[in-house]
């Protein structure tokens, strides 16, 4: 079974979010999606996301700070979804041949991108649900 993670960085505002233009595989090819990737064998979903994060944007999230939200697949793929809600502006780099970028959730919703998936924009509004809760325990303490 192919094993996969993927991401969703956002601001604390939740008005800005990372996302990657994939070049690969070629139904996603010039289409945004989150970032991440294959989980490698020995690897869990949270290392693979924080990894992931890392050598594809340049910015160290500790693994601690990614928060799952739930998985989804088929017989043959599965892949954990994550969030992060940052307490500054995400700043990225694109560090491989796929172009990273911050993106203004606004102007998604008027459609100013076309998502690699179409789930995408449904997982982006899931982290956005859960992030207000995830912000009020972090403020709490």
């Known amino acids: 079974m192919k094993r996969y993670v993927l991401g969703f960085a956002l601001t604390p505002e939740m008005d800005r979010v990372a996302l990657i233009q994939k070049n690969r595989p070629d139904w996603q090819a ?9 989980i490698e ?3 869990s979903p949270l290392e693979a996301m924080h990894r992931e994060f890392q050598e594809e944007t340049g910015v160290y999230i500790a693994k601690e700070r990614w928060i799952s939200m739930g998985e989804m697949g088929s017989d043959d793929w599965n892949c954990r979804l994550f969030y ?5 502006s995400v ?6 041949d796929e172009k ?3 993106h203004n959730i606004q102007d998604l919703r008027k459609g100013s991108v076309q998502f690699a ?3 995408v924009g449904l997982f982006l509004s899931l982290a956005m649900m859960q992030g207000p809760v995830i912000k009020e325990i972090y403020l709490a303490y």
């Open 30 to 38: 010039g289409k945004w999606n989150g970032i991440g990737g294959h």
């Open 117 to 119: 998936d179409p789930n």
């Open 100 to 102: 990273v970028m911050v």
């Open 41 to 43: 064998d020995g690897e």
């Open 84 to 88: 992060f809600l940052g307490y500054e």
């Open 91 to 96: 700043v990225v780099n694109t560090m491989t």
